[in-house]
């Protein structure tokens, strides 16, 4: 039986993985990492989250979703000390993210690094359209 998936590819490796794939009512992204717009990091780990986070809109908008549609996230950390010692910073900017307390389930893990070593965060979500 085949599954019928619509996908959304974007970004430099387009042509290797997709950004988002949505299957039935479910949509599955890729971890989306904190870069600009001119795919520099910011040096700071709150700075490289909501960056992670707007990447993340941008592929809940190509499926008409917005992070009203998330229900589970994984936050992919190569620091959980720094991590936790911002952790007051990190769910405020969080919740002007989604404009009101998430209702999301939540995974951290810390990695030992991410594709660029300049990467703090890594935020993978699935949304429910």
């Known amino acids: 039986m085949a599954i019928e998936k619509k996908l959304f590819r974007d970004g430099p490796y387009a042509d290797l993985f997709c950004q988002g794939v949505r299957v039935g009512d479910t949509l599955y992204m890729a971890g989306q990492v904190g870069t600009d717009e001119t795919g520099a990091a910011p040096d700071d780990l709150v700075g490289q989250m909501k960056c992670a986070y707007a990447h993340v809109e941008t592929v809940l908008a190509e499926f ?9 996230e ?13 952790v007051g910073d990190l769910f405020a900017a ?11 389930a939540q995974t951290l893990v810390q990695v030992v690094a991410l594709v660029d070593p300049s990467f703090k965060i890594e935020i993978k979500c699935v949304a429910v359209l």
């Not at 969080?94 to 209702?103: A, D, L, Q, T, V």
């Open 94 to 104: 969080r919740g002007e993210i989604y404009g009101k307390k998430p209702e999301v």
């Open 64 to 72: 008409g979703a917005t992070m009203d549609n998330v229900v589970d």
């Open 74 to 86: 994984t936050w992919f950390v190569t620091d959980i000390d720094d991590t936790m010692a911002k």
